[in-house]
T-cell receptor, first 113, second 109 residues
Framework: NAGVTQTPKFRVLKTGQSMTLLCAQD?????MYWYRQDPGMGLRLIHY???????AKGEVPDGYNVSRLKKQNFLLGLESAAPSQTSVYFCASGGASGPYEQYFGPGTRLTVT | AQRVTQPEKLLSVFKGAPVELKCNYSYSGSPELFWYVQYSRQRLQLLLRHISRESIKGFTADLNKGETSFHLKKPFAQEEDSAMYYCALKSGSARQLTFGSGTQLTVLP
């Protein structure tokens, strides 16, 4: 099992460009999450999904959109990148029942110039 | 609203010394708390959860509802314990986590 994978690992964008980050999980988890990690601020939840075809806003959703067309995939989109979106992005997944644990991907380091 | 506070951004101890990483929370319901760890060049992973009352890699954490704290402790730190540690609170119907800002622990030889 690969667990949670993220593509790409690194990306540099210019202000105003768009891009999509892909997260995939092979653990058949119902719940998936996107976080951003910034120095001194920990991880903050951007958007999450409780199942295929559903999405919801987290703590810092502005400037991002998400889609979950398939249970195993969760896409994070930036329509018009801004320097404030320079960050490390983590995807995570978790089950809807049983002992609680979120499983994290390796992260995507995004720089917006 | 829920909140998790980790007051120390950086913490250094010598090998063999005790270590305590502080975590305080605010939450109106019954809290469920976790410690996650991120070793260098590795992904974030669960270290322990309070409901399990377990000891992982020599670390323990006790939930103190009176002081709203969930401090992480280890009696004898090892160099391989050097990592970023995050305290997290489960909240919401989608099992979301609210993370603290993290503490970078360095264990000196």
């Amino acid at each position: 099992n690969a667990g949670v994978t993220q593509t790409p690992k690194f990306r540099v964008l210019k202000t105003g460009q768009s891009m999509t980050l892909l997260c995939a999980q092979d653990m058949n988890h119902e719940y998936m999450y996107w976080y951003r990690q910034d120095p001194g601020m920990g991880l903050r939840l951007i958007h999450y999904s409780v199942g295929e075809g559903t999405t919801a806003k987290g703590e810092v959703p502005d400037g991002y959109n998400v889609s979950r067309l398939k249970k195993q995939n969760f896409l994070l989109g930036l329509e018009s990148a801004a320097p404030s979106q320079t960050s490390v992005y983590f995807c995570a997944s978790g089950g809807a029942s049983g002992p609680y644990e979120q499983y994290f991907g390796p992260g995507t380091r995004l720089t917006v110039t | 609203a829920q909140r998790v506070t980790q007051p120390e951004k950086l913490l250094s101890v010598f090998k063999g010394a005790p270590v305590e990483l502080k975590c305080n929370y605010s939450y109106s319901g019954s809290p469920e708390l976790f410690w996650y760890v991120q070793y260098s060049r590795q992904r974030l992973q669960l270290l322990l959860r309070h409901i399990s009352r377990e000891s992982i890699k020599g670390f323990t954490a006790d939930l103190n509802k009176g002081e709203t704290s969930f401090h992480l402790k280890k009696p004898f730190a090892q160099e391989e314990d050097s990592a970023m540690y995050y305290c997290a609170l489960k909240s919401g119907s989608a099992r979301q986590l609210t993370f603290g800002s993290g503490t970078q622990l360095t264990v000196l030889p």
